[in-house]
C-alpha cells in the first residue's frame, strides 16, 4: 500500500506539469537569389523592306530573311541576350516580347531559342515559356531572338526604324 501511495504521488507529481530549467533560441535564416544579369550581345537587324503599308518579312532562327526583306549588304543578323549570374539547379520562366517602334510604324513579333548547352526552349512572343532549369553547373543561357516585322504605315524611303524587344527572367 505504500509503494502505491508513492506510486499515485509520484505519477500526480509528472502529471502537473514540470519545471522549465532552461530555454535555448537560434536564428533560421535564408538569402534570396541574387538578380540575374541580362546581357543584349547583339541586336536583331532585318536588312532591307519595301516602305509599303502591309509590307512584312521574317527573319529565321539561321539569320535568314524571307518575305519583303532583302539583305544586300549582308546586314541581317539575329539578336542574342545571353543571361548570367544564374544558381545551379534552378528554374526559371523566360519571356521575349516584341514591341513597336515610337511612332507605330513598324511592328516587331518576336520569337527566341533559349539554350544552355545541355537544354533548349522556344520562345513565342509575349508568352511565358514554362520552365527551364539551370544546368547542375550553372551555364549562361543563350537567346537567339529572331521572328517577324510588319510596316504599319507608309515608311519614309531610306530611314530606319526600330521596333524594341524585352527578355524576361523570373525564379520559378
Known amino acids: 500500500m505504500f509503494f502505491s501511495r508513492v506510486g499515485l504521488i509520484l505519477g500526480m507529481t509528472l502529471l502537473s506539469g514540470s519545471v522549465l530549467a532552461a530555454s535555448g533560441s537560434g536564428t533560421a535564416?535564408?538569402?534570396a537569389f541574387g538578380d540575374p544579369t541580362i546581357v543584349n550581345d547583339q541586336?536583331?537587324?532585318f536588312g532591307q523592306i519595301?516602305?509599303?503599308s502591309?509590307?512584312?518579312c521574317t527573319i529565321s532562327v539561321a539569320g535568314a530573311v524571307s518575305g519583303g526583306c532583302i539583305d544586300p549588304s549582308s546586314q541581317a543578323q539575329v539578336g542574342q541576350f545571353t543571361i548570367t549570374?544564374?544558381?545551379?539547379?534552378v528554374p526559371v520562366l523566360l519571356t521575349l516580347t516584341g514591341g513597336n517602334s515610337g511612332g507605330g510604324?513598324?511592328?516587331?513579333v518576336a520569337?527566341?531559342?533559349?539554350?544552355d548547352g545541355t537544354t533548349s526552349m522556344n520562345l513565342?512572343?509575349?508568352?511565358q515559356s514554362g520552365a527551364f532549369t539551370t544546368t547542375a553547373l550553372a551555364a549562361d543561357i543563350v537567346v537567339t531572338v529572331f521572328g517577324d516585322i510588319t510596316v504599319n504605315s507608309t515608311l519614309s524611303a531610306g530611314v530606319s526604324y526600330s521596333a524594341t524587344y524585352t527578355l524576361d527572367v523570373i525564379y520559378q
Open 43 to 45: 541586336d536583331l537587324h
Open 85 to 89: 549570374s544564374l544558381p545551379a539547379s
Open 124 to 127: 513565342t512572343n509575349a508568352t
Open 54 to 56: 502591309g509590307s512584312s
Open 50 to 52: 519595301s516602305n509599303a
Open 29 to 31: 535564416t535564408v538569402q
Open 111 to 115: 520569337a527566341g531559342r533559349a539554350a
Open 105 to 108: 510604324e513598324v511592328t516587331f
